[in-house]
């Protein structure tokens, strides 16, 4: 079935460090794929999407660049913030139902930013 | 635009009552709406799926009579938990689709029950 398999954190750095967080996901067709953050006692937004090979999905100074071949959506942003201490999902999309497509979410990888 | 929103944000309930939990689509038409459940460090998973006046789609494992799911509109979907337990405590998310872009999903903030 369907699922994506994400870097296990926690993951701790210091500010403007250099983040990767990655992410595998089968390859079931060719599913649109996400990164969405969840900060403390909140719901999920959405970071950034891509939705077919070689996309790159950009937002808020992170990226992902989705990877056919190797069946890859690696999260990485240049210099991280305290600011961007939250918990990262990566998501793909599959398993239709009711003509609607389900998310299905990797476990999560919990970053903590030192300042 | 497409936001979500959830209410109430907290509860606190007894064991053995009910309780209701709402979602709403405030700017846009939801056809699609989903109900996730995520337990404390772990990720969300997926109990139910409903589309406006049909019945949902319940995930293997979900209890059907458990958690009641009712989308009487196409801006209102509603989780009840019935005979509520301490193990029901988790934090519950929706997430809501429109019309012509199935593919994305816009989340509410959540609603964190817990039962004593």
């Known amino acids: 079935g369907d699922s994506v398999t994400q870097m296990e954190g926690p993951v701790t750095l210091s500010e403007e460090a250099f983040l990767t967080i990655n992410c595998t996901y089968t390859?079931?067709?060719?599913?649109?794929l996400f990164w969405y953050v969840q900060y403390p006692g909140e719901g999920l937004q959405l970071l950034l999407k891509?939705?077919?090979?070689?996309d790159k999905g950009s937002n808020k100074g992170f990226e992902a660049t989705y990877r056919k071949e190797t069946t890859s959506f690696h999260l990485e942003k240049g210099s991280v913030q305290v600011s961007d201490s939250a918990v990262y999902f990566c998501a793909r999309l599959g398993s239709f139902n009711f003509g609607n497509e389900k998310l299905t979410f990797g476990t999560g990888t919990r970053l903590t930013i030192i300042p | 635009g497409a936001v979500v929103s959830q209410h109430p944000s907290r509860v606190i309930c007894k064991s053995g009552t009910s309780v209701k939990i709402e979602c709403r689509s405030l700017d846009f038409q939801a056809t699609t709406m989903f109900w996730y459940r995520q337990f404390p460090k772990q990720s969300l998973m997926l109990m139910a799926t409903s589309n406006e006046g049909s019945k949902a789609t319940y995930e293997q494992g979900v209890e059907k009579d458990k958690f009641l799911i009712n989308h009487a509109s196409l801006t209102l979907s509603t989780l009840t938990v019935t005979s509520a337990h301490p193990e029901d405590s988790s934090f519950y998310i929706c997430?809501?689709?429109?019309?012509?872009?199935?593919?994305?999903?816009?989340f509410g903030p959540g609603t964190r029950l817990t039962v004593t």
């Open positions: 997430s809501a689709t429109r019309a012509g872009n199935s593919y994305e999903q816009y």
């Open positions: 390859a079931t067709g060719y599913p649109s």
């Open positions: 891509a939705t077919k090979a070689d």
